[in-house]
């Protein structure tokens, strides 16, 4: 399985694949971009200037200046801290919603496809049946039950858009179940659970790859609306859609506590969708989702 | 292989389905538009803007009322201007020498406003009502019967005296209806078109948009502080419109498309003193904002470290953040309570004024001490971390909860947020599953305490077998000065046991365009008396 | 498979999931935390007696499966149930505020398709151009931006500086300007991004080579015979774009207090009016469920090779 994965990476990095990429130049916009967010994330603790709850009512509302580079709200603290800050929970976010997505998905779609018949027919009437709700209201539903909070958030929109993720592992799992080297895997006596992981599945890598960069973007762009509606996470977590629903009582006075953290956002979900828009054309040029 | 014959045709009737959706919708929120807004009458017709639509009209169904309420019915008596309680409706009263008979004598041509006489035997059939309808029937228990003395004398004969029982009369909500045409046409349909005795009645409801009322013929009042005693002869017409977004309420208001606005939002009201075109009204809220603490758990059950969280707050700077619109607090009675005693606040004031020292002291004293080093205060191992439910839809709890949480971090005490709507946080505090939660109340009469800290009636997690004796004990008593003492008792003994934190007591601000004249803004409920008012041309 | 055959198959798959979708929305608001008797008691004035009688005129002392299909029984009958906290009709609250959506969707849906078809067609004429990657370029950054902060900018700008609109709230249509922007901003995206590939697509086909050959005037090639063909796919996004909008719409319109669906969603939420809510999200499920099968349906006539593709795998 590693072995594969790695095989996988390997021709990944392949040198005419790699060049492919390098005439992207939007994906290494995008490469770039992502890079910044995660180095931002990374090293938060060293950059910036306050802690990210440090509160300071005396100097609330300041505009953007060299000692606050976007301004305080209405507490007293420090927005770029808190926007920096804030890159590490919309990164963790959008991964954890993509982790989520792929382990729903992903098992649900190798089965369907691998057994096809009633198997196949009662997951695709249950991925059907999740296509139908629109996800934002499903997910507000779900928070709802839940109770508000970041995780509860995270559960949310991954229960509610893991059905791309079935539907294109099990359309490539149709496409290469008869492939000669499954039949042969087949006549050497492999298992079933065996084939699914160690022949199938490295051969969905590909697609979902692109789903994952390509759903990451519209992840955090969910979590951050269910944040700012009040469902999401909770004060005084540096997350960009809380800060902007914290900012909105004070959009014409203090308009920065709002600009900042979208325009996070914004850069965010830009560097994963130029990424993935490049992926897909490197790795998997008629996948259509996303 | 594209179809080309069949396509083109497809196009065309889908763009020609969406043209007529879109018109026939546009016309219909076109006309709905044009019915909102009215002829331009706007020296006739009062425009009040208020926050959110009410859940139904008939007071006695509702579990809240507002500015609609107050215009369509008619309390037998009001608090008056030095909270003291005069007429209304009714002309006079008796109470008996032991507070357990009230006579209320009504003027001979009082009528409802669809013309119904309003006599003693309405009065009693409106009571009766509420006993069995009204989420508030318990109100009421005390009453045990009504008996109509002559057509225009009524006579409550209560079980035991009942001073808190003034505290309802005094409010629209025990105000009478027209129980006769809610009988008629049943309950639901009441809700939607009441029949009351207010200054206005209701001509109209548009879901989601606002009410239009008109002035009421028959209307007459005894209070004696207002001049014109009959309907109001310059507002022909009230509209009130339910604009829930507070930005849009200030920005009618500002285009003068409202003269009224209440429920001004917090963040506006410094922008709003400075307008010249605007008077801005203050009352004081007759309640507290504070923290409800769960008494039973683990370790808020030690006194001392309730008194630490209510020394470590600094009310002062919650006061900054909400710029100014509340009055720090530390008693549990607020300046426009029946029952307020300045004695009590300062004391507590003194007791508990802001002090880091102290708190970290009395943690030391119970045990909490920062052994590890992570800026937490722990004891056997376990750190000191508690929840604080905080309310999405209060804007001032809402604004505190994240100060409040800094605060208490100095003295080493982990807050964790979570925020919910006010009125599930109140659920999960019934259901005592909590530690710290924001509430808040908003009562006149010091009765409404019962509610919260007594062990039966309340059913919250303190019970202290005193207080539940003193509370029952104030609800009787009806001399006021003696009532003062038993709740100033109630909140020293509260003082020393902390099952709530007070924080603020709230500023309630309603803004007024000022070409409205002769308006009063009536305390603690801020109550509109539009009676001898008059709208300026321009 | 004929084409009414494959039509009816497409509409009978639809029922069963919209009956899962009931027991599922039914079964979401039964678990849902909260008593609504205590939510609905917003004073402190109350007794648990009082409670307990509320509890049995509303039917919850019903076990779950009772519950269950007694209400839908009723919302077969189209009777959505009662509002807890307004006590009127819940068809006649959504009702009310239908119009507001609609009007905000199709208002939406219309700069979308405007903005986008026509960006689609400039880029893909001038492929490959300064023009081309400029466009192209922001229609990636155009979905990348998170609709509500849109909103709050064009609110921020339009509303505030300049003051050309109303901040938020309904005063007429030019209320519906502002909100509608944010919301078509994504979809018009995807709609350039279509128009444009599927506009390249067809401008390479033979006949359009025969038309161009033949001298046919420019407008006249683009239009009738390119613009035609490159559009339905873009026509056929219509349906499965709409319950998208409707998520959006929840956002949108609670951040511009228009008194639509969705704020009426939001609202509802926030005050566990369990049946307001139940209401709405089956009438936006349902919706989709029909978007979704009408979206297939019309594909199918359209284009009869998608048939066969589609109801085989994806």
């Known amino acids: 399985m590693i072995r594969l994965i790695s095989e996988r990476i390997k021709l990944l990095s392949n040198n005419e694949t790699f060049k492919l990429f390098l005439t992207y130049k939007r994906g290494i916009i995008g490469l770039l971009l992502l890079s910044l967010m995660v180095f931002l994330a990374l090293t938060a603790d060293f950059i910036a200037p306050k802690k990210f709850d440090e509160v300071d009512p005396s100097s609330r509302l300041l505009p953007p200046s060299i000692k606050y580079l976007f301004g305080t709200d209405h507490l007293g603290r420090d927005v770029f801290s808190r926007v920096i800050y804030g890159a590490r929970i919309a990164l963790w976010v959008g991964l954890l919603v993509v982790l989520v997505e792929a382990g729903i998905g992903v098992p649900l779609g190798l089965l369907a496809g691998f057994y096809g018949g009633r198997v196949d027919k009662f997951i695709s009437a249950i991925t059907d049946l999740i296509w139908a709700f629109p996800p934002i209201v499903l997910a507000l539903a779900i928070v709802t039950i839940l109770g508000p909070g970041l995780t509860n958030v995270v559960v949310a929109v991954a229960v509610v858009s893991w059905a791309p993720y079935t539907r294109v592992v099990r359309a490539k799992t149709l496409s290469i179940i008869s492939r000669e080297f499954i039949i042969a895997a087949r006549a050497i006596g492999e298992s079933s659970f065996s084939i699914m992981l160690r022949y199938i599945l490295p051969n969905t890598l590909p697609p979902i790859i692109v789903l994952a960069t390509l759903t990451i973007p519209s992840a955090i762009l969910y979590t951050t609306a269910l944040s700012f509606l009040g469902f999401g996470a909770q004060p005084p977590t540096p997350d960009w859609g809380l800060m902007l629903s914290e900012g909105r009582d004070y959009i014409f006075k203090a308009p920065w506590c709002c600009v900042f953290p979208g325009l996070f956002i914004t850069l965010t979900a830009l560097s994963f969708n130029l990424l993935g828009d490049a992926l897909r054309e490197v790795l998997d040029p008629k996948l259509r989702y996303g | 292989m594209r179809v080309k014959g069949i396509s083109s045709k497809l196009i065309v009737a889908i763009v020609i389905l969406i043209v007529i959706v879109a018109s026939v919708s546009a016309y219909f929120i076109y006309t709905s538009q044009r019915a909102q807004l009215g002829a331009p009458q706007l020296e006739r017709t009062l425009i009040i803007a208020i926050p959110e639509e009410p859940e139904g009209l008939d007071i006695q169904q509702v579990t809240w009322a507002n500015e609609v309420h107050g215009l369509i019915y008619q309390p037998l008596v009001i608090l008056g201007p030095n909270m003291s309680i005069v007429p209304d409706l009714a002309v006079s009263w008796e109470v008996s020498e032991d507070g357990t008979v009230i006579i209320f004598h009504l003027s001979k041509d009082a009528k409802f406003s669809n013309g119904d006489p309003l006599t003693a035997e309405v009065i009693k059939k409106s009571i009766e009502r509420y006993k069995t309808i009204s989420p508030y029937a318990e109100d009421f228990a005390d009453v045990e019967r009504i008996e109509v003395l002559d057509e225009y004398t009524v006579k409550l004969i209560l079980k035991r005296p009942a001073p808190y029982l003034w505290a309802v009369l005094v409010t629209v909500y025990g105000a009478p209806v027209n129980a006769n045409v809610a009988e008629k046409v049943g309950d639901a349909e009441f809700n939607r078109n009441p029949v009351g005795s207010g200054p206005y009645k209701l001509v109209e409801w548009v879901r989601g948009s606002h009410v239009v009322l008109e002035r009421n013929e028959y209307y007459k009042t005894n209070i004696p502080f207002v001049k014109n005693k009959g309907p109001n002869p310059y507002i022909d017409k009230v509209i009130i419109r339910f604009i829930p977004e507070d930005l849009t309420r200030i920005a009618e208001l500002e285009a003068g498309r409202v003269h009224i606005v209440r429920g001004v939002p917090l963040t506006e009201v410094k922008r709003l003193k400075e307008n010249p075109n605007i008077q801005l009204y203050e009352t004081l809220s007759p309640g507290i904002h504070y923290i409800m603490v769960n008494v039973l758990k683990e370790p808020l059950n030690d006194v001392r470290v309730r008194k630490a969280i209510m020394l470590a707050i600094n009310r002062d700077e919650i006061a900054t953040v909400l710029e100014g619109n509340v009055v720090p607090w530390y008693s549990f009675l607020s300046p426009t309570n029946l029952c307020f005693n300045k004695t009590v606040e300062e004391l507590a004031e003194k007791l508990y004024a802001y002090n880091l020292e102290k708190a970290r002291e009395l943690l030391k004293e119970a045990g909490w001490v920062d052994t590890d080093g992570d800026g937490i205060v722990d004891k056997n191992g376990v750190p000191l971390k508690l929840t604080l439910l905080s309310a999405v839809d209060d804007p001032a709890l809402k604004k505190a909860a994240p100060l409040i949480q800094a605060h208490l971090a100095k003295v080493g005490i982990a807050i964790e947020i979570k925020e919910y709507t006010y009125d599930y946080v109140r659920s999960l505090t019934r259901e005592w599953n909590f530690e710290l939660a924001l509430r808040r109340f908003s009562w006149a009469d010091p009765d409404i305490l019962i509610y919260l800290v007594h062990s039966e009636y309340g059913n919250y997690t303190y019970s202290n077998p005193e207080v539940d004796r003193l509370l029952e004990l104030g609800r009787g008593v009806v001399d006021m000065t003696e009532r003062t003492k038993v709740y100033s008792k109630v909140q020293e003994i509260l003082l020393e046991d902390l099952p709530l934190i007070p924080l603020f007591v709230l500023k309630e601000y309603t803004a007024v365009n000022k070409n409205v004249k002769g308006l009063i803004v009536l305390p603690p409920y801020g109550d509109l008396i539009i009676h001898d008012a008059w709208i300026e041309k321009g | ?314």
């Open chain 3, 1 to 314: 498979m004929g084409l009414l055959t494959y039509i009816t198959k497409k509409l009978l798959i639809g029922i069963p999931v919209i009956f899962g979708v009931t027991i599922i929305l039914f079964y979401i608001m039964y678990i849902l935390p909260g008593d609504p008797i205590q939510l609905l008691l917003s004073g402190e004035r109350v007794t648990p007696e009082r409670v307990e009688e509320l509890r049995r005129a509303w039917g919850l002392d019903q076990p779950v499966y009772v519950q269950y299909f007694y209400w839908l029984s009723r919302i077969i009958r189209g009777d959505l149930g009662i509002s807890i906290v307004t006590k009127q009709p819940v068809s006649l609250l959504i009702l009310q505020r239908l119009p507001y959506t609609l009007a905000l969707m199709l208002t939406s849906i219309l700069l979308s398709y405007v903005i986008g078809v026509l960006t689609g067609i400039i880029t893909a004429l001038k492929r490959g151009s300064l023009l081309d990657s400029i466009l192209s370029t922001s229609s990636i950054i155009c979905y990348s931006i998170p609709g509500f902060w849109f909103g709050l900018i064009l609110m921020l700008i339009f509303a505030y500086y300049l003051r050309l609109f109303p901040v938020s709230g309904y005063e007429g249509w030019h209320s519906l300007i502002l909100p509608a922007l944010s919301l078509a901003l994504p979809s018009s995206a995807y709609v350039m991004r279509l128009t444009r590939a599927e506009m390249i697509e067809v401008l390479g086909e033979d006949y359009i080579r025969t038309a161009w050959a033949k001298g046919l005037s420019k407008r006249r090639v683009l239009l009738v015979h390119a613009l035609r063909n490159a559009i339905i796919p873009v026509v056929t996004m219509f349906f499965l774009d709409l319950p998208w909008l409707m998520g959006g719409a929840v956002v949108i319109e609670t951040l511009f207090a228009l008194p639509g669906m969705g704020r009426l969603l939001y609202v509802s939420i926030l005050k566990q009016d369990y049946p307001v809510v139940q209401g709405i999200v089956l009438i936006i499920t349902i919706l989709t469920v029909v978007c979704n099968t009408l979206g297939d349906v019309v594909i199918a006539i359209l284009d009869p090779r998608i048939r066969f593709e589609r109801g085989r795998s994806v």
